[in-house]
Protein backbone atom coordinates (compact mmCIF):
# COMPACT_ATOMS: atom_id res chain seq x y z
CA UNK A 1 0.00 0.00 0.00
CA UNK A 2 2.96 2.15 0.97
CA UNK A 3 4.11 2.43 -3.01
CA UNK A 4 0.60 3.04 -4.23
CA UNK A 5 0.53 6.49 -1.54
CA UNK A 6 3.27 7.36 -3.23
CA UNK A 7 2.23 6.95 -6.38
CA UNK A 8 -0.54 9.94 -5.29
CA UNK A 9 2.03 11.84 -3.72
CA UNK A 10 4.18 12.08 -6.92
CA UNK A 11 1.13 12.99 -9.35
CA UNK A 12 0.50 15.17 -6.52
CA UNK A 13 4.13 17.13 -7.12
CA UNK A 14 3.41 16.40 -11.09
CA UNK A 15 0.18 18.86 -10.78
CA UNK A 16 2.15 21.26 -8.85
CA UNK A 17 4.59 21.20 -11.80
CA UNK A 18 1.70 22.74 -14.19
CA UNK A 19 0.16 25.34 -12.01
CA UNK A 20 -0.87 27.76 -15.09
CA UNK A 21 -2.78 24.65 -16.09
CA UNK A 22 -4.46 24.90 -12.50
CA UNK A 23 -5.30 28.74 -12.27
CA UNK A 24 -7.29 28.47 -15.60
CA UNK A 25 -9.12 25.50 -14.53
CA UNK A 26 -10.62 27.59 -11.90
CA UNK A 27 -11.50 30.43 -14.09
CA UNK A 28 -13.13 27.88 -16.71
CA UNK A 29 -15.41 26.31 -14.13
CA UNK A 30 -16.59 29.89 -12.64
CA UNK A 31 -17.45 30.27 -16.46
CA UNK A 32 -19.84 27.50 -17.03
CA UNK A 33 -21.10 27.54 -13.64
CA UNK A 34 -22.32 31.52 -14.39
CA UNK A 35 -23.14 30.48 -18.14
CA UNK A 36 -25.30 27.51 -16.51
CA UNK A 37 -27.06 29.72 -13.54
CA UNK A 38 -27.78 32.41 -16.45
CA UNK A 39 -29.24 29.64 -18.57
CA UNK A 40 -31.71 28.32 -15.56
CA UNK A 41 -32.52 32.10 -14.69
CA UNK A 42 -33.62 32.71 -17.56
CA UNK A 43 -35.53 29.35 -18.07
CA UNK A 44 -37.28 29.90 -14.23
CA UNK A 45 -38.22 33.52 -15.16
CA UNK A 46 -41.07 34.44 -12.55
CA UNK A 47 -41.73 30.97 -11.75
CA UNK A 48 -40.39 30.35 -7.87
CA UNK A 49 -39.85 26.68 -8.77
CA UNK A 50 -39.64 24.38 -11.62
CA UNK A 51 -40.69 20.30 -11.03
CA UNK A 52 -40.34 21.13 -7.39
CA UNK A 53 -36.79 22.66 -7.56
CA UNK A 54 -36.27 26.19 -6.13
CA UNK A 55 -33.91 28.56 -8.03
CA UNK A 56 -31.84 28.62 -5.04
CA UNK A 57 -31.81 24.83 -5.06
CA UNK A 58 -30.59 24.70 -8.71
CA UNK A 59 -27.59 27.29 -8.92
CA UNK A 60 -26.44 25.56 -5.74
CA UNK A 61 -27.05 22.40 -7.64
CA UNK A 62 -25.19 23.30 -10.38
CA UNK A 63 -22.57 24.61 -8.71
CA UNK A 64 -21.36 21.66 -7.21
CA UNK A 65 -22.14 19.37 -9.95
CA UNK A 66 -19.09 21.57 -11.36
CA UNK A 67 -17.31 21.23 -8.34
CA UNK A 68 -17.63 17.51 -7.62
CA UNK A 69 -16.43 17.17 -11.57
CA UNK A 70 -13.36 18.87 -10.11
CA UNK A 71 -13.03 15.87 -8.19
CA UNK A 72 -13.93 12.70 -10.48
CA UNK A 73 -13.04 13.83 -13.22
CA UNK A 74 -9.74 12.37 -14.92
CA UNK A 75 -7.74 11.85 -17.81
CA UNK A 76 -7.08 8.17 -17.18
CA UNK A 77 -8.78 6.67 -20.16
CA UNK A 78 -6.25 9.10 -22.43
CA UNK A 79 -3.06 7.85 -20.54
CA UNK A 80 -3.96 4.60 -21.16
CA UNK A 81 -4.62 4.81 -24.63
CA UNK A 82 -1.03 6.88 -24.73
CA UNK A 83 0.87 4.44 -23.19
CA UNK A 84 -0.50 1.80 -25.63
CA UNK A 85 0.31 4.46 -28.74
CA UNK A 86 3.57 5.20 -27.75
CA UNK A 87 4.49 1.83 -26.28
CA UNK A 88 5.10 3.18 -22.73
CA UNK A 89 2.79 0.38 -21.12
CA UNK A 90 6.42 -1.81 -21.70
CA UNK A 91 7.79 0.28 -18.80
CA UNK A 92 4.76 0.38 -16.70
CA UNK A 93 4.45 -3.63 -17.10
CA UNK A 94 8.22 -3.95 -15.68
CA UNK A 95 7.28 -2.61 -12.70
CA UNK A 96 6.13 -4.70 -9.71
CA UNK A 97 2.52 -3.05 -9.20
CA UNK A 98 -0.67 -3.41 -10.87
CA UNK A 99 -0.91 -0.87 -13.93
CA UNK A 100 -4.51 -0.91 -13.35
CA UNK A 101 -4.87 0.28 -9.46
CA UNK A 102 -1.98 2.66 -10.64
CA UNK A 103 -3.69 4.04 -13.05
CA UNK A 104 -6.76 4.51 -10.05
CA UNK A 105 -3.76 6.02 -7.34
CA UNK A 106 -3.17 8.39 -10.12
CA UNK A 107 -6.54 9.37 -10.67
CA UNK A 108 -7.08 10.08 -7.03
CA UNK A 109 -3.87 11.89 -6.70
CA UNK A 110 -4.99 14.30 -9.42
CA UNK A 111 -8.87 14.01 -7.93
CA UNK A 112 -7.21 15.03 -4.45
CA UNK A 113 -5.38 18.01 -5.60
CA UNK A 114 -8.15 19.82 -7.45
CA UNK A 115 -10.84 19.04 -4.48
CA UNK A 116 -8.49 20.95 -2.03
CA UNK A 117 -6.57 23.35 -4.36
CA UNK A 118 -9.41 23.94 -6.79
CA UNK A 119 -12.86 22.84 -5.71
CA UNK A 120 -12.74 24.58 -2.12
CA UNK A 121 -11.51 27.69 -3.28
CA UNK A 122 -13.58 27.53 -6.29
CA UNK A 123 -16.46 26.87 -4.34
CA UNK A 124 -15.66 30.12 -1.92
CA UNK A 125 -15.34 32.18 -5.13
CA UNK A 126 -18.76 30.90 -6.32
CA UNK A 127 -20.86 31.18 -2.79
CA UNK A 128 -19.46 34.89 -3.17
CA UNK A 129 -21.08 35.42 -6.88
CA UNK A 130 -23.87 33.60 -6.67
CA UNK A 131 -26.88 32.84 -4.59
CA UNK A 132 -26.31 29.09 -3.56
CA UNK A 133 -27.15 27.26 0.03
CA UNK A 134 -24.33 25.62 1.48
CA UNK A 135 -25.51 22.88 4.11
CA UNK A 136 -24.55 22.69 7.24
CA UNK A 137 -25.80 19.45 8.74
CA UNK A 138 -22.72 17.79 9.58
CA UNK A 139 -24.49 14.29 8.19
CA UNK A 140 -25.28 16.09 5.33
CA UNK A 141 -21.71 16.33 4.10
CA UNK A 142 -20.88 12.99 5.64
CA UNK A 143 -23.17 11.46 2.70
CA UNK A 144 -22.02 13.67 0.31
CA UNK A 145 -18.21 12.88 0.59
CA UNK A 146 -19.52 9.27 0.54
CA UNK A 147 -21.63 9.80 -2.44
CA UNK A 148 -18.57 11.52 -4.32
CA UNK A 149 -15.79 9.32 -3.52
CA UNK A 150 -17.62 6.97 -5.17
CA UNK A 151 -18.73 9.29 -8.15
CA UNK A 152 -14.72 9.20 -8.27
CA UNK A 153 -14.54 5.47 -8.30
CA UNK A 154 -17.58 4.90 -10.72
CA UNK A 155 -16.42 7.42 -13.33
CA UNK A 156 -12.61 5.95 -13.39
CA UNK A 157 -13.83 2.81 -13.63
CA UNK A 158 -15.27 3.88 -17.16
CA UNK A 159 -12.66 5.75 -17.85
CA UNK A 160 -10.38 2.50 -17.50
CA UNK A 161 -12.46 0.43 -19.66
CA UNK A 162 -12.58 3.34 -22.32
CA UNK A 163 -8.82 3.11 -21.78
CA UNK A 164 -8.56 -0.38 -22.28
CA UNK A 165 -10.36 -0.46 -25.02
CA UNK A 166 -6.95 0.98 -26.93
CA UNK A 167 -5.67 -2.39 -26.03
CA UNK A 168 -7.43 -3.71 -29.01
CA UNK A 169 -8.30 -0.49 -31.37
CA UNK A 170 -4.70 1.26 -31.48
CA UNK A 171 -6.65 4.48 -31.86
CA UNK A 172 -10.16 4.71 -29.72
CA UNK A 173 -9.69 8.88 -29.43
CA UNK A 174 -13.48 9.17 -31.14
CA UNK A 175 -14.49 6.50 -28.31
CA UNK A 176 -13.03 8.63 -25.76
CA UNK A 177 -15.06 11.80 -26.50
CA UNK A 178 -17.86 10.18 -27.32
CA UNK A 179 -17.85 8.61 -23.67
CA UNK A 180 -17.08 12.22 -22.51
CA UNK A 181 -20.23 14.09 -23.86
CA UNK A 182 -21.73 10.89 -22.63
CA UNK A 183 -21.10 11.37 -18.86
CA UNK A 184 -21.74 14.67 -19.15
CA UNK A 185 -25.27 14.83 -20.64
CA UNK A 186 -26.29 11.14 -18.75
CA UNK A 187 -24.22 11.84 -15.32
CA UNK A 188 -27.26 15.10 -15.21
CA UNK A 189 -23.64 17.65 -15.14
CA UNK A 190 -25.89 19.16 -17.86
CA UNK A 191 -29.57 19.05 -16.66
CA UNK A 192 -30.46 17.39 -13.38
CA UNK A 193 -31.58 13.95 -14.01
CA UNK A 194 -35.50 14.85 -12.32
CA UNK A 195 -36.21 17.18 -15.29
CA UNK A 196 -35.91 14.34 -18.05
CA UNK A 197 -38.55 12.73 -19.47
CA UNK A 198 -39.91 10.02 -17.33
CA UNK A 199 -39.25 7.20 -20.03
CA UNK A 200 -35.84 8.73 -19.65
CA UNK A 201 -35.35 8.50 -16.26
CA UNK A 202 -36.53 4.75 -16.29
CA UNK A 203 -33.75 4.24 -18.55
CA UNK A 204 -31.50 6.14 -16.18
CA UNK A 205 -31.84 4.13 -13.54
CA UNK A 206 -30.25 0.59 -15.30
CA UNK A 207 -27.04 2.89 -16.16
CA UNK A 208 -24.39 3.95 -14.06
CA UNK A 209 -23.98 7.10 -15.48
CA UNK A 210 -26.46 9.23 -12.63
CA UNK A 211 -24.11 7.57 -10.02
CA UNK A 212 -21.47 9.78 -10.91
CA UNK A 213 -22.74 13.44 -10.74
CA UNK A 214 -26.31 13.43 -10.25
CA UNK A 215 -26.12 11.83 -6.64
CA UNK A 216 -23.75 13.53 -5.02
CA UNK A 217 -25.33 17.13 -6.25
CA UNK A 218 -28.50 15.58 -5.30
CA UNK A 219 -27.75 15.36 -1.98
CA UNK A 220 -25.61 18.37 -1.65
CA UNK A 221 -28.74 20.71 -2.33
CA UNK A 222 -30.93 18.83 -0.13
CA UNK A 223 -33.26 17.54 -3.41
CA UNK A 224 -33.48 13.97 -2.02
CA UNK A 225 -35.31 12.70 0.14
CA UNK A 226 -33.97 10.60 3.22
CA UNK A 227 -35.59 7.10 1.77
CA UNK A 228 -33.75 8.52 -1.66
CA UNK A 229 -30.22 9.40 -0.84
CA UNK A 230 -30.16 6.22 1.07
CA UNK A 231 -31.16 4.34 -2.10
CA UNK A 232 -28.74 6.35 -4.04
CA UNK A 233 -25.84 5.68 -2.50
CA UNK A 234 -26.85 1.80 -2.53
CA UNK A 235 -26.72 2.33 -6.13
CA UNK A 236 -23.64 3.63 -6.15
CA UNK A 237 -22.08 1.11 -4.16
CA UNK A 238 -23.59 -1.36 -6.46
CA UNK A 239 -22.16 -0.07 -9.48
CA UNK A 240 -18.85 0.46 -8.02
CA UNK A 241 -18.40 -3.67 -7.68
CA UNK A 242 -20.39 -4.23 -10.72
CA UNK A 243 -18.17 -2.64 -12.59
CA UNK A 244 -15.11 -4.76 -11.52
CA UNK A 245 -16.11 -7.65 -13.18
CA UNK A 246 -15.67 -6.33 -17.24
CA UNK A 247 -12.49 -4.46 -15.94
CA UNK A 248 -10.90 -7.59 -14.83
CA UNK A 249 -12.18 -9.80 -18.04
CA UNK A 250 -11.28 -7.62 -20.36
CA UNK A 251 -7.60 -6.76 -18.08
CA UNK A 252 -6.97 -10.32 -18.82
CA UNK A 253 -7.07 -10.16 -23.03
CA UNK A 254 -5.61 -7.12 -23.23
CA UNK A 255 -2.48 -8.03 -21.41
CA UNK A 256 -2.06 -11.24 -23.79
CA UNK A 257 -2.75 -8.39 -26.76
CA UNK A 258 0.13 -6.26 -25.54
CA UNK A 259 1.89 -5.23 -28.42
CA UNK A 260 4.62 -2.59 -27.89
CA UNK A 261 4.78 -0.07 -30.62
CA UNK A 262 8.14 1.43 -31.78
CA UNK A 263 10.82 -0.71 -31.02
CA UNK B 1 26.67 -22.79 -12.80
CA UNK B 2 23.46 -22.89 -12.15
CA UNK B 3 21.25 -21.50 -15.11
CA UNK B 4 19.38 -18.27 -14.06
CA UNK B 5 17.27 -18.29 -17.53
CA UNK B 6 15.82 -21.28 -19.22
CA UNK B 7 14.45 -20.11 -22.80
CA UNK B 8 13.03 -23.44 -24.88
CA UNK B 9 11.65 -23.34 -28.55
CA UNK B 10 10.53 -19.43 -27.81
CA UNK B 11 8.46 -18.24 -30.81
CA UNK B 12 6.19 -15.26 -31.47
CA UNK B 13 3.76 -14.36 -33.83
CA UNK B 14 2.68 -11.15 -35.12
CA UNK B 15 -0.65 -10.57 -36.97
CA UNK B 16 -0.56 -7.40 -39.07
CA UNK B 17 -2.80 -5.45 -40.95
CA UNK B 18 -1.50 -4.42 -44.69
CA UNK B 19 -3.04 -1.30 -46.14
CA UNK B 20 -3.52 -1.50 -49.38
CA UNK B 21 -2.35 1.45 -51.70
CA UNK B 22 -4.29 4.36 -53.05
CA UNK B 23 -7.53 5.86 -52.37
CA UNK B 24 -9.22 3.00 -53.92
CA UNK B 25 -7.73 0.75 -51.71
CA UNK B 26 -8.30 2.71 -48.44
CA UNK B 27 -12.09 2.03 -49.60
CA UNK B 28 -11.38 -1.50 -49.61
CA UNK B 29 -9.83 -1.46 -46.15
CA UNK B 30 -12.51 -0.05 -44.70
CA UNK B 31 -14.61 -3.08 -45.45
CA UNK B 32 -11.79 -6.26 -45.37
CA UNK B 33 -8.60 -6.15 -43.82
CA UNK B 34 -5.63 -7.85 -45.29
CA UNK B 35 -3.64 -9.84 -42.67
CA UNK B 36 0.09 -11.03 -42.94
CA UNK B 37 1.72 -13.39 -40.04
CA UNK B 38 5.10 -12.21 -38.96
CA UNK B 39 6.99 -14.49 -36.97
CA UNK B 40 9.57 -12.16 -35.12
CA UNK B 41 10.90 -15.02 -32.83
CA UNK B 42 11.59 -18.53 -34.53
CA UNK B 43 11.83 -21.41 -32.22
CA UNK B 44 14.54 -19.63 -30.00
CA UNK B 45 16.50 -21.71 -27.13
CA UNK B 46 19.21 -20.94 -25.10
CA UNK B 47 19.87 -20.59 -21.28
CA UNK B 48 21.87 -18.69 -19.16
CA UNK B 49 24.02 -19.25 -16.12
CA UNK B 50 24.20 -17.00 -12.77
CA UNK B 51 26.68 -14.24 -13.09
CA UNK B 52 26.84 -14.50 -16.88
CA UNK B 53 27.50 -11.50 -19.14
CA UNK B 54 25.73 -12.12 -22.70
CA UNK B 55 25.70 -10.62 -25.52
CA UNK B 56 22.06 -10.78 -27.44
CA UNK B 57 23.25 -9.34 -30.99
CA UNK B 58 21.86 -9.27 -35.15
CA UNK B 59 20.71 -6.82 -36.84
CA UNK B 60 17.50 -4.60 -36.67
CA UNK B 61 14.74 -6.70 -36.99
CA UNK B 62 15.94 -9.70 -36.33
CA UNK B 63 13.72 -10.53 -33.27
CA UNK B 64 16.28 -9.18 -30.28
CA UNK B 65 13.79 -6.36 -28.53
CA UNK B 66 10.89 -8.84 -29.12
CA UNK B 67 12.68 -11.47 -27.18
CA UNK B 68 13.76 -9.35 -24.12
CA UNK B 69 10.39 -7.96 -24.37
CA UNK B 70 9.15 -11.44 -23.32
CA UNK B 71 11.82 -12.47 -21.05
CA UNK B 72 10.80 -9.08 -19.17
CA UNK B 73 7.30 -10.82 -18.85
CA UNK B 74 5.91 -7.63 -21.26
CA UNK B 75 4.80 -10.04 -24.48
CA UNK B 76 2.86 -13.16 -24.44
CA UNK B 77 5.09 -15.41 -26.34
CA UNK B 78 3.41 -17.68 -28.97
CA UNK B 79 5.00 -20.54 -28.13
CA UNK B 80 7.60 -22.20 -25.79
CA UNK B 81 8.77 -21.48 -22.20
CA UNK B 82 10.42 -19.07 -20.49
CA UNK B 83 11.93 -19.79 -16.96
CA UNK B 84 13.56 -17.65 -15.21
CA UNK B 85 14.85 -17.59 -11.32
CA UNK B 86 12.60 -20.46 -11.88
CA UNK B 87 9.49 -18.10 -12.43
CA UNK B 88 7.33 -17.91 -15.49
CA UNK B 89 7.51 -14.30 -16.46
CA UNK B 90 4.10 -13.39 -18.18
CA UNK B 91 2.33 -15.33 -15.45
CA UNK B 92 4.17 -14.15 -12.22
CA UNK B 93 4.88 -11.04 -13.61
CA UNK B 94 4.48 -8.73 -10.56
CA UNK B 95 6.43 -11.13 -8.37
CA UNK B 96 8.88 -11.72 -11.15
CA UNK B 97 9.93 -8.07 -12.23
CA UNK B 98 10.97 -7.68 -8.50
CA UNK B 99 14.15 -9.61 -9.25
CA UNK B 100 14.69 -7.90 -12.83
CA UNK B 101 15.99 -4.65 -13.76
CA UNK B 102 15.35 -3.08 -17.59
CA UNK B 103 17.10 -0.48 -19.36
CA UNK B 104 15.23 0.57 -22.63
CA UNK B 105 18.01 2.37 -24.54
CA UNK B 106 15.18 4.68 -27.07
CA UNK B 107 12.36 4.57 -24.15
CA UNK B 108 12.59 6.66 -20.79
CA UNK B 109 10.98 5.19 -17.47
CA UNK B 110 11.67 7.76 -15.28
CA UNK B 111 8.88 10.17 -14.63
CA UNK B 112 9.72 13.02 -17.30
CA UNK B 113 8.52 16.15 -15.61
CA UNK B 114 9.62 15.50 -11.80
CA UNK B 115 13.37 15.43 -10.14
CA UNK B 116 15.17 12.79 -10.36
CA UNK B 117 15.37 12.11 -6.83
CA UNK B 118 11.21 11.98 -6.71
CA UNK B 119 11.81 9.08 -9.36
CA UNK B 120 14.30 6.99 -7.43
CA UNK B 121 12.40 7.95 -4.31
CA UNK B 122 9.24 6.06 -5.90
CA UNK B 123 11.08 3.70 -6.94
CA UNK B 124 12.56 3.00 -4.01
CA UNK B 125 9.01 2.10 -2.31
CA UNK B 126 7.60 0.68 -5.76
CA UNK B 127 10.41 -2.23 -4.89
CA UNK B 128 10.69 -1.69 -0.98
CA UNK B 129 14.14 -0.84 -0.34
CA UNK B 130 15.20 -0.83 2.72
CA UNK B 131 17.02 2.68 3.52
CA UNK B 132 20.57 0.68 4.09
CA UNK B 133 20.43 -0.96 0.93
CA UNK B 134 18.97 2.23 -0.90
CA UNK B 135 22.32 4.18 0.46
CA UNK B 136 24.76 1.26 -0.59
CA UNK B 137 22.88 1.12 -4.02
CA UNK B 138 23.44 4.75 -4.45
CA UNK B 139 26.56 4.88 -3.66
CA UNK B 140 28.17 2.14 -5.62
CA UNK B 141 26.05 3.56 -8.48
CA UNK B 142 27.70 7.24 -7.52
CA UNK B 143 31.08 6.18 -7.63
CA UNK B 144 31.15 5.49 -11.11
CA UNK B 145 28.52 6.89 -13.04
CA UNK B 146 28.57 10.28 -11.03
CA UNK B 147 24.68 11.57 -11.23
CA UNK B 148 24.76 13.32 -7.78
CA UNK B 149 24.98 16.72 -9.59
CA UNK B 150 21.67 16.77 -11.49
CA UNK B 151 19.41 14.64 -9.42
CA UNK B 152 17.47 17.56 -8.79
CA UNK B 153 16.93 18.12 -12.21
CA UNK B 154 13.44 17.20 -13.92
CA UNK B 155 14.60 14.86 -16.23
CA UNK B 156 13.16 16.86 -19.61
CA UNK B 157 15.91 18.86 -18.69
CA UNK B 158 18.86 15.85 -18.61
CA UNK B 159 21.43 15.72 -21.64
CA UNK B 160 21.35 12.36 -23.24
CA UNK B 161 24.19 11.08 -21.63
CA UNK B 162 22.82 12.51 -17.92
CA UNK B 163 19.46 10.81 -18.28
CA UNK B 164 21.14 7.09 -19.77
CA UNK B 165 23.05 7.00 -16.55
CA UNK B 166 19.65 7.75 -14.57
CA UNK B 167 18.48 5.03 -16.53
CA UNK B 168 20.95 2.64 -15.60
CA UNK B 169 20.51 3.88 -12.02
CA UNK B 170 16.66 3.63 -11.99
CA UNK B 171 16.76 -0.05 -13.44
CA UNK B 172 19.15 -0.94 -10.65
CA UNK B 173 17.37 0.62 -7.47
CA UNK B 174 16.62 -2.81 -6.23
CA UNK B 175 19.96 -4.36 -6.68
CA UNK B 176 18.19 -6.92 -9.25
CA UNK B 177 19.38 -10.27 -9.65
CA UNK B 178 19.02 -10.23 -13.29
CA UNK B 179 19.65 -7.22 -15.69
CA UNK B 180 18.04 -6.96 -19.27
CA UNK B 181 19.82 -4.04 -21.50
CA UNK B 182 18.35 -3.27 -24.64
CA UNK B 183 20.71 -1.03 -26.00
CA UNK B 184 21.81 1.10 -23.73
CA UNK B 185 24.51 2.94 -25.00
CA UNK B 186 22.54 3.65 -28.38
CA UNK B 187 23.51 7.56 -29.42
CA UNK B 188 25.82 8.12 -26.15
CA UNK B 189 29.64 9.79 -26.81
CA UNK B 190 32.90 7.51 -25.57
CA UNK B 191 33.34 8.89 -22.38
CA UNK B 192 29.51 7.93 -21.40
CA UNK B 193 30.11 4.40 -23.40
CA UNK B 194 33.23 3.69 -20.84
CA UNK B 195 31.64 4.40 -17.78
CA UNK B 196 28.65 2.41 -18.26
CA UNK B 197 30.80 -0.18 -18.96
CA UNK B 198 32.93 0.29 -16.24
CA UNK B 199 30.14 0.07 -14.06
CA UNK B 200 28.33 -2.68 -15.78
CA UNK B 201 31.39 -5.29 -15.16
CA UNK B 202 31.87 -3.53 -11.33
CA UNK B 203 27.85 -5.01 -10.83
CA UNK B 204 28.66 -7.87 -12.28
CA UNK B 205 31.68 -8.79 -10.09
CA UNK B 206 30.38 -7.15 -6.75
CA UNK B 207 26.43 -8.41 -7.11
CA UNK B 208 27.20 -10.97 -9.55
CA UNK B 209 24.68 -9.59 -11.66
CA UNK B 210 23.53 -11.52 -14.58
CA UNK B 211 23.13 -9.04 -17.49
CA UNK B 212 21.97 -9.94 -21.24
CA UNK B 213 22.40 -6.93 -23.25
CA UNK B 214 21.27 -6.03 -26.93
CA UNK B 215 23.39 -4.08 -29.17
CA UNK B 216 24.45 -2.35 -32.13
CA UNK B 217 27.95 -1.81 -31.00
CA UNK B 218 30.58 -4.70 -31.27
CA UNK B 219 32.87 -2.67 -28.64
CA UNK B 220 30.24 -2.70 -26.15
CA UNK B 221 29.92 -6.73 -26.99
CA UNK B 222 34.23 -6.86 -26.59
CA UNK B 223 34.54 -5.09 -23.31
CA UNK B 224 31.48 -6.81 -21.64
CA UNK B 225 30.49 -10.11 -22.91
CA UNK B 226 32.33 -13.75 -23.34
CA UNK B 227 29.59 -14.92 -25.03
CA UNK B 228 27.57 -13.84 -27.28
CA UNK B 229 23.92 -15.03 -29.08
CA UNK B 230 23.44 -14.12 -32.62
CA UNK B 231 19.80 -13.75 -34.10
CA UNK B 232 18.77 -13.45 -37.52
CA UNK B 233 15.49 -13.25 -38.66
CA UNK B 234 14.15 -14.80 -35.47
CA UNK B 235 16.68 -17.47 -35.48
CA UNK B 236 19.79 -18.28 -33.80
CA UNK B 237 22.49 -18.51 -35.59
CA UNK B 238 25.62 -18.55 -33.46
CA UNK B 239 25.40 -19.19 -29.34
CA UNK B 240 29.15 -19.31 -28.10
CA UNK B 241 32.10 -17.58 -27.08
CA UNK B 242 32.74 -14.72 -28.39
CA UNK B 243 36.38 -15.34 -29.18
CA UNK B 244 35.54 -18.27 -30.85
CA UNK B 245 33.32 -16.82 -33.10
CA UNK B 246 36.46 -14.19 -34.22
CA UNK B 247 38.77 -17.48 -34.32
CA UNK B 248 36.09 -19.99 -36.39
CA UNK B 249 34.63 -17.51 -38.80
CA UNK B 250 37.44 -14.62 -39.38
CA UNK B 251 39.46 -15.72 -42.00
CA UNK B 252 42.77 -15.54 -40.16
CA UNK B 253 44.95 -12.61 -40.84
CA UNK B 254 45.53 -9.97 -42.59
CA UNK B 255 49.16 -8.71 -43.53
CA UNK B 256 49.36 -5.43 -45.76
CA UNK B 257 52.96 -4.94 -47.63
CA UNK B 258 53.97 -1.94 -49.19
CA UNK B 259 56.65 -2.48 -51.51
CA UNK B 260 59.03 -0.35 -53.25
CA UNK B 261 58.66 -0.69 -56.76
CA UNK B 262 55.19 -1.73 -58.44
CA UNK B 263 54.07 -5.21 -58.37
CA UNK B 264 51.65 -8.08 -60.50
CA UNK B 265 49.64 -10.38 -59.01
CA UNK B 266 51.15 -12.85 -60.76
CA UNK B 267 54.66 -12.08 -59.00
CA UNK B 268 53.21 -12.43 -55.83
CA UNK B 269 52.14 -15.05 -55.75
CA UNK B 270 54.36 -17.23 -57.29
CA UNK B 271 56.47 -16.20 -54.82
CA UNK B 272 54.48 -17.88 -51.84
CA UNK B 273 52.58 -20.43 -54.00
CA UNK B 274 53.34 -23.14 -51.04
CA UNK B 275 51.37 -21.07 -48.71
CA UNK B 276 48.00 -20.68 -47.51
CA UNK B 277 47.70 -17.23 -49.01
CA UNK B 278 45.22 -15.01 -51.03
CA UNK B 279 46.54 -11.71 -52.38
CA UNK B 280 44.33 -9.09 -53.34
CA UNK B 281 44.89 -5.55 -54.69
CA UNK B 282 44.57 -2.18 -51.88
CA UNK B 283 46.29 0.69 -54.29
CA UNK B 284 48.31 1.95 -57.00
CA UNK B 285 49.92 -1.35 -57.62
CA UNK B 286 52.24 -0.63 -54.55
CA UNK B 287 50.24 -1.92 -51.74
CA UNK B 288 49.04 -5.40 -51.78
CA UNK B 289 47.24 -7.44 -48.72
CA UNK B 290 47.93 -11.15 -48.20
CA UNK B 291 45.00 -13.00 -46.49
CA UNK B 292 46.32 -15.59 -44.48
CA UNK B 293 44.86 -18.58 -43.72
CA UNK B 294 44.87 -20.87 -40.89
CA UNK B 295 47.77 -20.65 -37.75
CA UNK B 296 50.06 -18.21 -36.71
CA UNK B 297 53.73 -19.96 -38.29
CA UNK B 298 52.44 -18.66 -41.70
CA UNK B 299 52.44 -15.24 -40.81
CA UNK B 300 56.46 -15.63 -40.84
CA UNK B 301 56.56 -17.70 -43.49
CA UNK B 302 54.88 -15.34 -45.79
CA UNK B 303 56.73 -12.87 -44.47
CA UNK B 304 60.39 -14.35 -44.80
CA UNK B 305 59.34 -15.48 -48.99
CA UNK B 306 58.23 -11.83 -49.73
CA UNK B 307 61.01 -10.51 -48.12
CA UNK B 308 63.36 -12.41 -50.11
CA UNK B 309 62.37 -11.54 -53.10
CA UNK B 310 61.05 -7.90 -52.76
CA UNK B 311 62.14 -4.83 -51.27
CA UNK B 312 59.80 -3.72 -49.24
CA UNK B 313 59.16 -0.31 -47.36
CA UNK B 314 56.45 -0.90 -44.54
CA UNK B 315 54.18 -3.74 -43.68
CA UNK B 316 51.48 -4.18 -40.89
CA UNK B 317 49.76 -7.55 -39.40
CA UNK B 318 45.96 -6.88 -38.88
CA UNK B 319 43.70 -8.95 -37.18
CA UNK B 320 40.28 -9.18 -39.06
CA UNK B 321 38.25 -6.93 -36.82
CA UNK B 322 35.04 -8.65 -34.94
CA UNK B 323 33.02 -5.94 -36.31
CA UNK B 324 33.97 -6.94 -39.93
CA UNK B 325 33.08 -10.84 -38.68
CA UNK B 326 29.77 -9.76 -37.60
CA UNK B 327 28.94 -7.82 -40.72
CA UNK B 328 29.86 -10.46 -42.92
CA UNK B 329 27.40 -12.56 -41.11
CA UNK B 330 24.56 -10.27 -41.02
CA UNK B 331 25.08 -10.05 -44.99
CA UNK B 332 25.77 -13.67 -46.03
CA UNK B 333 24.39 -15.63 -42.82
CA UNK B 334 26.08 -18.53 -41.77
CA UNK B 335 26.41 -21.71 -43.93
CA UNK B 336 27.76 -25.39 -42.57
CA UNK B 337 29.29 -23.77 -39.77
CA UNK B 338 31.69 -21.47 -42.09
CA UNK B 339 31.34 -18.02 -43.10
CA UNK B 340 29.96 -18.66 -46.77
Not at chain 1, 230 to 236: E, G, H, K, S, T
Not at chain 2, 32 to 58: C, L, M, P, Q, W
Not at chain 2, 103 to 108: A, D, H, K, L
Amino acid sequence: MDKYLEIIRIRFLMMLAYRTNYYTGIIIYIINIGAYYFLWKAIYGARGEVEGVSMVQMTTYIAIAWMARAFYFNNIDREIANDVRDGKVATELIRPYNYLLTKLMQALGEGLFRIFLFSLPGMIIVALIFPVNIPVEPELWFYFLVSITFSFIINTQINILTGLSSFFLMNNGGLIRAKRVLIDVFSGLVIPINLYPLWAQDIFKFLPFQSISYTPSMIFSKAFSYGELINALVMQGVWSLILILPIQIIWVYAKRKVIVQGG
Amino acid sequence: MSKIIEVNNLSKDYKITSSRSGLSGAFRDLFSRNYKHVTAVNDVSFHINRGEIVGYIGENGAGKSTTIKMLTGILTPSSGSIVINGMDPHKNREEYVKSIGVVFGQRSQLWWDIAVQESFRLLKKIYKVNDADYKRNMDLINSTLEIEGFLDQPVRKLSLGQRMRCELAAALIHNPQILFLDEPTIGLDVLVKMKIREFLKEINKEYKTTILLTTHDISDIEALCERVIMLDEGKIIYNGELESLRTSYAEGKEIVFEFKEKKAKAALEAATSSLPVTWSHLENDLKWIAKVHKNEISISDVMAAIVEKHEILDLKVREVALEEVIRKIYEEGIRNGQVS
